[in-house]
């Protein structure tokens, strides 16, 4: 079956740097524009960085220049480097494929808790 498993978030100070990984299984990967979403407290889960099969990538306005997404197809593995984080970057982080701007499988990984604070 369809599994994504998301992994590398924690507790940085503003101003910090993490690394997410997360690795799929159960989905053809190299075929697949995959993304990461977050979900903030109290807020809906917004995608805010996808990468296609070739490389090429797209982020949401409030990431822009401070993340940056990157994958391994034979690892069947999609990072997302994060800099520069602030207290507004506080989520969930969970990675899914990507169709039309909207997720394409309804399983969705336990995510990885990011938190950013002083």
């Known amino acids: 079956q369809v599994q994504f498993v998301e992994s590398g978030g924690g507790l940085v100070q503003p101003g910090g740097s993490l690394r997410l990984s997360c690795a799929a299984s159960g989905i053809i990967f190299g075929i697949y524009v995959m993304g990461w979403y977050r979900q903030a407290p109290g807020k809906q889960r917004e995608l805010v960085a996808s990468?296609?099969?070739?490389?090429?990538?797209i982020y949401a306005d409030s990431i822009k220049g401070r993340f940056a997404i990157s994958r391994d197809n034979a690892k069947k593995s999609v990072y997302l480097q994060m800099n520069s984080l602030n207290a507004e970057d506080t989520a969930i982080y969970y990675c899914n494929a990507v169709v039309s701007n909207a997720p394409r499988f309804n399983s969705w990984g336990q995510g990885t808790q990011v938190t950013v604070s002083s």
């Open positions: 990468i296609t099969t070739i490389g090429s990538t």
